[in-house]
């Protein structure tokens, strides 16, 4: 199993995410260099948070036209298996991998806060791990996540089950309170029609040791390893 | 030629920049204002024969990196560049 991590110019959560795959999970870990047209043989790519290119003219506007990128495009197409956190969901949404956009949060404060999400998708290689409509408890760091689509797109999007992780309280009540960004129908996560590309605002690789305060994050990356050990086995 | 490019967010999408700059002028006593919306201005030099193939390629650039259709409206005008003597 063999996680590939994406570095742009900017990228902050690169090391995170490392860290987690490389000495938490034991896994295999690959740093991919934006400039890099070559996934080196990795079963899952993740695009994690930061800057990419200094967010330049819009959050992950300028990170689509890496070269990097268009072999990410042909491995989702094969059904490769991509996972944007953060600033790599605003990437895979400007690359068209998903569908709406991430615009200013509704507060315009830079968020950095635990937020609780509903898991209502446990069937994918990414939620394997959790319990159905179980509730974990992730942290934020974004000025840009409040979710946008148009309604036609939002409700294509519910009625397919692309919604993977919406903001609730500690209780799985999904309410406004609850929603840290304004993003609507408090959606933290989505998931393509095929289920192979993930895209999320929170960040599971700074909860996944005790001392950081939480292991639900890890919770998602042992569903990842599962599912390719699984698929490599058979 | 330039290109004057002005990129606004949809009036469906929210915006807590206007909103929140909106309430910024009413504090100061500007009580007629009814809305605020905050978008950006692009300006492209660009060489072009003529002024209808600016407006294309313009329109072209607008639609596949200057603009997010999903979020975002784009409106230009072509003005002759003032700067080059021709």
């Given at each position: 199993m063999k996680f590939g991590v994406v570095v742009f110019?900017?990228?902050?959560s690169d090391r995170d995410c490392g860290w987690v795959i490389?000495?938490?999970?034991g896994a295999e870990l690959q740093y991919l260099w934006?400039?890099?047209?070559?996934?080196?043989?990795?079963?899952c790519v993740i695009l994690p948070g930061g800057f990419a290119y200094?967010?330049?003219?819009?959050?992950?506007a300028i990170a689509?036209?890496?070269?990097?990128m268009e072999k990410i495009g042909e491995f989702a197409d094969r059904g490769g298996l991509v996972w944007g956190i953060c600033n790599g969901f605003q990437v895979l949404c400007e690359a068209g991998l998903l569908p709406g956009a991430l615009i200013r949060n509704a507060s315009l404060e830079f968020r950095c806060q635990w937020t609780n999400l509903m898991?209502?998708?446990?069937?994918l290689p990414f939620t394997s791990q959790c319990a159905e409509r179980e509730v974990i408890h992730v942290p934020i760091s974004h000025g840009e996540g409040s979710y946008f689509a148009d309604p036609a797109t939002l409700s294509r999007l519910e009625q397919r089950g692309q919604v993977v992780f919406r903001y609730c309280d500690p209780d799985g009540r999904v309410t406004t309170a609850s929603n840290?960004?304004?993003s609507l129908h408090n959606i933290a996560g989505i998931v393509n029609a095929r289920g192979n590309v993930l895209g999320m605002m929170p960040h599971p690789e700074r909860c996944?040791?005790?001392?950081?305060?939480?292991?639900?994050g890890l919770k998602l990356f042992r569903s990842v390893t599962a599912k390719v050990v699984k698929v490599l086995a058979s | 030629m330039i290109a004057r490019v002005i990129v606004t967010p949809k009036p469906v999408v929210n915006d807590p920049q206007g909103i929140t700059v909106r309430q910024g002028l009413a504090t100061l006593g500007?009580?007629?204002?009814?809305d605020v919306r905050v978008g950006k201005y692009i300006e492209v030099s660009l060489d072009a024969a003529t002024e209808h193939e600016a407006r294309q390629r313009v329109e072209a650039m607008c639609d596949q990196l200057l603009a997010n259709h999903v979020i975002e409206d784009f409106r230009f005008e072509i003005v002759p560049d003032g700067r080059k003597s021709r």
């Open positions: 110019p900017g990228t902050w490389d000495q938490v999970l934006h400039k890099d047209a070559d996934l080196k043989g990795c079963d200094g967010d330049y003219l819009r959050t992950g689509r036209f890496a070269p990097v898991v209502e998708r446990t069937d840290p960004n304004g996944a040791e005790a001392e950081l305060g939480g292991t639900d | 500007f009580r007629e204002v009814s």
